[in-house]
């Protein structure tokens, strides 16, 4: 699974409309409206590296009113579920969960 964070900068008064035309194409999860630089964060998860191309370059060109946008592919997901897990492995105390 690949997994890319698209951050947006989005015309006065399109947020919600942006956001919802993003989450009709497939390999977008999720859209989070957020303070700060950007307006929106789209969080695609796909089977390949083209796949994220072809969202980035072909279906969110297709909507109106982004201004700007920067892609960010993810590496490695850490979880702090997953490290308790892991440190626990071996011992006979229960995984540490918060």
Known sequence: ???????????????????????GIEG???VFSVA??????????TASNEQIA???TGHLL???YI???ETMLA???FSKD???AAFALGSDEPALRE
Do not use: C, Y
């Open 75 to 77: 590496f490695r997901a």
């Open 67 to 69: 201004v700007r946008s």
């Open 28 to 30: 977008i999860a999720e």
């Open 1 to 23: 699974m690949v997994t890319a964070f698209v951050l947006m900068n989005i015309e006065r008064g399109k947020i919600n409309e942006v956001a919802q035309r993003a989450l």
């Open 82 to 84: 997953d490290l308790g």
């Open 54 to 56: 072809d969202i980035v």
């Open 36 to 45: 700060g630089e950007f307006d929106l964060i789209a969080i695609l998860r």
């Open 62 to 64: 297709d909507i109106p």
